[in-house]
């Protein structure tokens, strides 16, 4: 392996330096930067133990599971890296917190004409609220990820920043992590791009050097939402109803709005198009939709806001109301117990129950659930 991984390797090992002999919980997905986060903190000394997290019963699906996330072959695979690097592992079950926190949710909100976003109530619920638990009990101070994302300390406190890497940037799904659990959590390979990461896994002949990246759900087998959700008894989403235009004008029939997203244009078999969805009404099983021209939306009620870092006083902020979206200038305003967010420009559409990230420039503020699109 060349010299410039190496020094990548003592880089980063020299930047963890501090945290020898603490004990870190490692959260092991079983996947490259995951196994490379844990080997990168043994190496620096840590007290780490590994930790998988059982979330689902994959035996009720009758596909391939390796290479997504989470699955039996990914605990398998957590274990093998753990054993390689010479560290204890644990593989806890938490699919009773994973059905109540992320399932039962995912399910309600499709009945109910909302987008959700199940990474980020893993995230929130599950390995930084139930696995920070974990840690407490097993004594430990931190919990590390392989999350990009990058974390800088100073004598304000705790900064998160987007991950080096563009492409593979997570910080828009821990934008509704609060400060005390930012606090306790790690991002040893924040500062990397994926391709480096890739490489420092050859480097220490980690076993899952050249696995495969999944980009599905992983609860959804193979991207069937549709399959799932029947699977899983959402009757209320899949209640035939009208398609409309905004002055109420009938343009069709569907066979459930559990089949259609805010801001989505394939598929609707529309004439007189394009369309986008831009209301989903559950109560009503109505599907809602415009031409792109009035489809653009002026801003968002987010509720569930938390911060990291509060913004100051006239700062410059932007928010992100979608993972695919490009952070946009906007202004925040309070109203009781939920922010009002209104775009400089308007955007195209976000959805209910998909999470609002605002930033300062690199650094993540905060976040919170779009709960209101305007």
């Known amino acids: 392996m060349s010299d410039e991984i190496a020094e990548i390797a003592r880089n980063i090992i020299k930047e963890l ?41 994959y035996s009720r699906d009758e596909v391939n599971r390796h290479g997504s996330c989470c699955s039996l072959e990914d605990s398998y695979d957590a274990r093998r890296v753990a054993d390689h690097i010479g560290i204890p592992f644990y593989a806890m079950d938490m699919r009773d917190e994973f059905r109540r926190d992320v399932i039962d949710p995912f399910i309600q909100d499709y009945e109910t004409g909302r987008t959700p976003n199940p990474c980020e109530r893993c995230n929130r619920f599950v390995k930084f609220g139930a696995l920070l638990e974990a840690a407490d009990k097993l004594e430990a101070a931190y919990v590390a990820t392989g999350h990009y994302v990058r974390r800088r300390d100073d004598n304000d406190g705790i900064h998160l920043f987007k991950g080096n890497d563009a492409r593979k940037d997570q910080s828009y799904f ?38 495969h990246e999944s980009q599905d759900i992983c609860f959804i087998p193979a991207g069937d939402r549709i399959a799932f959700l029947k699977r899983e008894g959402a009757e209320a989403g899949f209640r035939e109803g009208d398609i409309v235009d905004t002055t109420g004008r009938i343009l069709g029939r569907h066979q459930g709005i559990a089949h259609y997203t805010l801001g989505q244009r394939k598929g609707l078999g529309l004439p007189d198009g394009p369309w986008h969805v831009v209301a989903l009404d559950g109560a009503t099983a109505r599907v809602t939709v415009a031409h792109p021209e ?25 928010a992100k109301v979608r993972y695919q979206m490009q952070p946009a ?46």
């Open 329 to 374: 200038a906007c202004v925040l305003e309070h109203f009781d117990e939920s922010l009002r967010v209104t775009f400089a420009q308007p955007q195209k559409p976000s959805a209910p129950g998909q999470v609002a990230a605002f930033y300062a420039g690199d650094e993540l503020l905060g976040g919170g659930i779009v709960s209101r699109v305007d």
């Open 294 to 318: 009035d489809a653009m939306i002026g801003g968002v009620d987010v509720s569930e806001a938390v911060w990291i870092r509060e913004p100051k006083s006239g700062e410059a902020v932007t």
């Open 17 to 57: 330096a501090p945290l020898k002999g603490v004990r870190v919980i490692a959260a092991m997905s079983g996947g490259v930067d995951s196994s490379v986060m844990a080997v990168l903190l043994k190496e620096a000394g840590v007290d780490v133990i590994g930790v998988f997290l059982n979330v689902w019963d």
């Open 174 to 211: 821990l934008a509704t992590t609060n400060r005390a659990q930012a606090e306790r959590i790690l991002f040893p390979v924040g500062g990397l791009e994926k391709d480096d990461t890739r490489r420092l896994a050859h480097f220490y002949k980690l076993p899952t050097a050249d696995k």
